[in-house]
């Protein structure tokens, strides 16, 4: 009796100790990102953050339900263009073009979703990856993106009417703040009762089926939410660069968004945030050289698949210092 209390003692001690350590982390990596801009290059930094959390939001979707999709980039491109068509033809406020695209976003998974749903596996990855390429295709034909030219000269404007967000850094803290909303929004996600059946569908579908739960909703729920995210990410990087184009719905960014959550880890919150960063800094270093970045990017991409089978963080997290610092969890 006397041992497990000691060793319950010594377990919540060991969580406590973690839970400081992740709070400390926590901090530093939130002064970390204030004191950045002063630093970095502003706009590479905004778009590290903008694939961060376009990778977050598609990890909520493999990582957490299970579901593999190769059409992300309808979501993302598709966000995107609504941004840049409500800012530049509309005159609306940055703040309410973000939410169009997210709005669009959302509604463009919602009809994608209740097609792909119905498969499982490949069939529902080439299903979202057909779906895809034809809102490509639309993109390609339709009027109002501009065909190949795509929208270019999107103004920024003013966000609530009085913060110019043509200045860098005020431009920088309120992507930085759309992040950090987005990233809290799919942590309580992950961790409310609709994220525990997400994770439950993900483990055994058939389980979460015969205990009554409509697995088909819930799939729905987490490919629009998902969506929404990945819209969310969309907008917010057409007022950075101030264009949208068929790169951000080619299914190539479906392809990197995969690599990204994979390299950093899926089912972990910050895997996702780590591989976003680790490619496009990869891709702004090595785009002035001769070198293939995407040759470079598959090669590291072998070797994580080889070494890292969760992932750069997702290893760490299932190691000992992982453990101690309260990160371990069920893969």
């Known amino acids: 009796m006397r041992d497990m209390k000691t060793s319950s003692m010594t377990s919540t001690a060991t969580t406590s100790t973690g839970t400081r350590i992740q709070l400390i982390l926590l901090v530093l990596a939130l002064l970390g990102l204030i004191i950045a801009p002063f630093t970095f290059y502003p706009i590479f930094l905004m778009k590290v953050l903008c694939f961060a959390l376009f990778a977050c939001a598609f990890n909520l979707l493999l990582g957490y339900t299970g579901l593999l999709s190769f059409g992300h980039a309808a979501f993302f491109g598709g966000a995107s263009y609504f941004t840049a068509y409500a800012v530049k033809e509309w005159g609306v406020p940055p703040e309410i073009g973000i939410l169009l695209g997210v709005i669009g976003a959302a509604f463009l998974g919602l009809i994608m979703g209740i097609f792909a749903i119905r498969r499982q596996g490949i069939y529902f990855a080439m299903v979202t990856l057909a779906l895809a390429q034809m809102f490509y295709f639309f993109c390609l034909q339709a009027e109002f993106t501009h065909g190949e030219d795509g929208l270019q000269g999107v103004p920024r404007g003013h966000l609530l009417g009085f913060i110019d967000l043509n200045q860098p850094l005020n431009m920088y803290f309120f992507v930085l703040a759309i992040f950090l909303i987005g990233i809290f929004a799919i942590w309580r996600i992950v961790h409310s009762p609709f994220g525990m059946i997400l994770k439950s569908i993900r483990e055994n579908e058939d389980r979460a089926i015969s205990l009554g739960y409509s697995v088909s909703r819930y799939k729905l729920g987490a490919f629009v939410m998902s969506a929404a995210l990945a819209g969310l990410a969309g ?97």
């Open 235 to 331: 907008g917010t990087k057409t007022l950075v660069f101030q264009f949208a184009t068929l790169t951000d719905v080619a299914w190539q960014m479906s392809g990197e968004v995969i690599l990204m959550t994979l390299l950093g880890g899926i089912g972990t919150i910050f895997g996702p945030i780590f591989g976003a960063g680790f490619v496009v800094t990869l891709q702004n270093y090595l785009a002035a050289s001769a070198f293939p970045v995407t040759v470079l990017t598959g090669l590291i991409f072998m070797i994580c698949v080889l070494v890292f089978r969760r992932g750069i963080i997702g290893e760490f997290n299932a190691s000992r210092l992982g453990a101690r610092l309260g990160l371990r969890t069920k893969q």
